[in-house]
């Protein structure tokens, strides 16, 4: 089943209100490609300003407690994100997963808090090269997926982003037979957890996607679109990859 390509820009811990120029320009750019869902994922304290003067995309966050309040010091709940005009958050990036020590159920609980806020939620997975080298590279996402997954009668507003820690920054992507063979492995666990409705839930791969793969990568059966961090800082870089994945 196609399902509409999704591209979500990542800005990590980058953006000052000096940049909200470029994220219209980023809006501007993907205007001419409605066929393509874009959004994009701001550091917490530019998306008040952003969803105020940013027209034609929807922002979103990186990350979200899985609490509503209390005493969680230097932590943002789902209500908070909505109420700052975030319609969408990241959860689960292996940056979070390593630096801050997220389990998976831990990340279960955000998407599950997130997506009962009434947030989209894009819930990261992906393996680290030691594992890949090894040869256990499906087993462990496809488990990580398992344990990670919001238990939802509605898996509507979730996405899944194939990550693999070694393609993250490091200009080095996966081959297309290797995210095919992981994007087919994850839908059948999607299957497993949501039944039909698996087959709905849009598996985004990231790592060093630019203007210059996403062509063939998009192209890749259950690749449904690209979660982008470095290249999605300019809308130079990032609208090429937008069109890429209106014309695939
Ligand atoms: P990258 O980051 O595109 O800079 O590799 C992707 C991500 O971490 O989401």
């Known amino acids: 089943m196609a399902l509409r390509k999704y591209v979500v820009g990542n800005w990590k811990m980058n953006g000052l209100s000096s940049d909200l120029a470029e ?16 959004a994009l994922c701001l550091p917490a304290i530019l998306i008040d300003r952003a969803a105020r003067m940013v027209t034609g995309i929807p922002i979103g966050a990186q990350d979200v407690h899985f609490a509503d ?14 109420d700052a005009g975030a319609s969408l958050t ?8 390593d630096g801050q020590h997220e389990s998976d159920d831990e990340v279960r609980q955000k998407a599950e808090s997130a997506l009962a806020a009434g947030l989209k939620v894009i819930l990261c997975v ?8 090894a040869g256990n590279a499906i087993e462990t996402v496809q488990a990580q997926l398992d344990a990670s997954t919001p238990r939802v009668e509605d898996a509507s507003s979730l996405a899944i982003a194939y990550e693999p820690i070694w393609a993250i920054g490091t200009g080095k992507v996966a081959s297309p037979s290797d995210i095919g063979e992981m994007h087919s ?7 497993a957890a ?3 409705a698996g087959n709905g839930v849009r598996i985004l791969y990231g790592g060093s996607v630019n203007a210059g793969n996403a062509a063939e990568i998009l192209a890749v059966a259950d690749v449904d679109g690209a979660l982008v961090g470095g290249a999605s800082l300019t809308a130079e870089k990032f609208v090429p ?4 994945a209106a014309s695939s």
Do not use: F
């Not at 492995?185 to 299957?191: K, N």
């Open 23 to 38: 994220i219209q320009a980023i809006a501007d750019g993907a205007k001419p490609y409605p066929t393509v869902d874009v």
């Open 69 to 82: 309040n209390g005493a969680h010091t230097g932590c943002t709940s789902a209500s908070m994100l909505r």
């Open 90 to 97: 990241i959860v689960g990036h292996s940056e979070r997963r």
């Open 126 to 133: 992906g393996e680290s090269l030691e594992i890949r080298e």
């Open 185 to 191: 492995a994850l839908r059948e666990r999607l299957v």
């Open 194 to 196: 949501y039944g039909e």
């Open 241 to 244: 990859i937008v069109a890429a």
